[in-house]
């Protein structure tokens, strides 16, 4: 297993104002919820070996202060876990929690439509496209084995944890607020070729070791993932 390196959190207080309302479409029983939290990733300080983290400031967009973990996993540098960014508005707020519980958002992160997901990474990082995503899958083994290696040890019902070989440390936040700790979908940029309003996706579940590529419809609330801009 890659040797994975926790450093320093650097925290930065200039935010940008911004009033933002959506509906997050998740499932019939998904929700909304207030107050604020941040998006300041604390970005790698070096850029040669795999699985280690660094830190250094990333101007925010409208979050609060909070620091990520991030790793580098071959070319690539990634957030380390789930976006979990609020923004100002408390009344409208970015993304939401599966069941209005904050307790999930801390723990999966938030769950955001694509139209949020596309602009709600810190300045630096982007939510990265479908080809960007198989770059990760193909470095870890390829579809059939990646999400094992993916999976973070724990927080996977049904025995799906992984064994998070590059500490990417991937959650199961949901497909619907039915399947939290049993599945996870994170956006990607790429819209789909022939259907209106459906977008890519990455997916895993407990049931099986691998990352499956689907799409679903834009206004779905899943969970986002950050690359670090090259």
């Known amino acids: 297993m890659d040797r994975v390196r926790f450093l320093s959190k650097v925290v930065l207080a200039a935010c940008l104002s911004f009033a933002l309302a959506f509906t997050l479409s998740c499932s019939s029983d998904d ?12 970005s790698p300080s070096s850029s040669s070996s795999v699985g280690e983290q ?5 101007e925010d967009r409208g979050c609060s202060i909070q620091s990520y973990k991030t790793v580098e996993i071959g070319t690539q540098t990634w957030m380390a876990e789930n976006l979990n960014c609020v923004g100002e508005d408390a009344v409208n707020p970015v993304g939401g929690c599966c069941n209005n519980d904050p307790l999930n958002c801390n723990i999966y992160g938030r769950l955001y439509d694509w139209s949020t ?11 990265p496209t479908d080809a960007e995503w198989d770059i990760l899958v193909n470095y870890a083994g390829g579809s059939e084995v990646a999400g094992t290696k993916l999976k973070a040890k724990s927080g996977w019902n049904n025995n799906g944890n992984g064994t998070d070989n590059y500490g990417f ?5 949901g497909i619907s607020c039915g399947s939290i700790s049993y599945s996870g979908a994170w956006w990607s940029t790429t ?5 209106t ?12 070791g691998s990352v499956a590529t689907s799409s ?12 670090k801009d090259q």
């Open 54 to 58: 660094g830190s250094s400031s990333s």
């Open 169 to 173: 440390s991937a959650l199961p936040g």
């Open 197 to 208: 309003s459906t977008a890519y996706i990455k997916r895993m579940d407990s049931a099986n």
């Open 191 to 195: 819209e789909h070729e022939q259907y």
């Open 216 to 227: 679903t419809n834009t206004t779905r609330g899943l969970s986002v993932r950050c690359l």
């Open 117 to 127: 997901a596309k602009w709600i990474c810190p300045t630096g990082w982007h939510l």
């Open 31 to 42: 929700g909304n919820s207030g107050g604020n939290c941040g998006c300041e990733v604390a």
